[in-house]
């Protein structure tokens, strides 16, 4: 197992926090660890629906399958919720003691690189996110919520809090996955 976490980065203005939405698609390109040819594009996943399992099997219920070319075993992805990502850093971590540094949480802060997402991997690796739209929710410095139509698949977004008379934006919007 190999925990991955989907860092991103942007440039906020009027932006309070801006954040995953839980059920929304999810898009990456996946590769096998084992083989620099196997790869695949832009690959659909949803956190909220588990791929149906064999019965009697033994694996854990996941979020993602692949069966590779010549591999006996199948390839999966479990997105992790908050519970399961500390149990893992805290497996990882010799002392015993999780990294809340490493936890996934919103973007608050412009320019750096935050942990939002963390990905379970046996026998497959990501290596890009692609946003298709509608995945992020963002709520402004004055506390009006923004959750359709949030689309950073260009790399910016803007609207208008009306309420607050001020301008909501996120530019420069980059994500990349690193291993955890």
């Known amino acids: ?9 942007a440039e906020l203005e009027g932006v309070s926090e ?8 999810l898009c990456i390109s996946i590769r096998n660890p084992l083989s620099d040819y196997e790869i695949r594009e832009k690959v659909v996943l949803n ?7 064999q019965e009697n099997s ?15 075993k199948r390839s999966t992805i ?4 908050d519970a399961a990502i ?7 971590n010799k002392k015993g003691k999780s990294n809340d540094e490493s936890l996934p949480r919103s973007l608050t802060v412009s320019g750096e690189f935050v942990p939002i997402l963390a990905l379970e991997c046996r026998g497959v690796e990501p290596y890009a996110f692609h946003c298709l739209g509608n995945e992020f929710a963002v709520v402004s410095e ?39």
């Not at 197992?1 to 980065?9: D, E, G, T």
């Not at 479990?78 to 919720?81: A, I, K, R, S, T």
Request: glycine content about 6%; hydrophobic content about 40%.
């Open 142 to 180: 004055g506390g009006a919520k923004f959750d359709e139509d949030v689309d950073l698949s260009e790399g910016d977004w803007g609207d208008y809090d009306a309420e607050h008379d001020a301008s909501v934006s996120i530019s420069e919007f980059e994500a990349k996955f690193i291993s955890a």
């Open 78 to 81: 479990q997105v992790l919720d």
């Open 47 to 53: 956190p909220s629906e588990f791929v149906e399992q």
């Open 58 to 72: 033994k694996e854990p219920p996941c979020h993602f399958t692949i069966k590779w070319e010549g591999s006996k």
């Open 18 to 25: 801006a954040s995953l939405v839980r059920d929304a698609n």
């Open 1 to 9: 197992m190999v925990l991955f976490l989907l860092v991103v980065k």
């Open 86 to 92: 500390k149990s893992a850093l805290k497996k990882k």
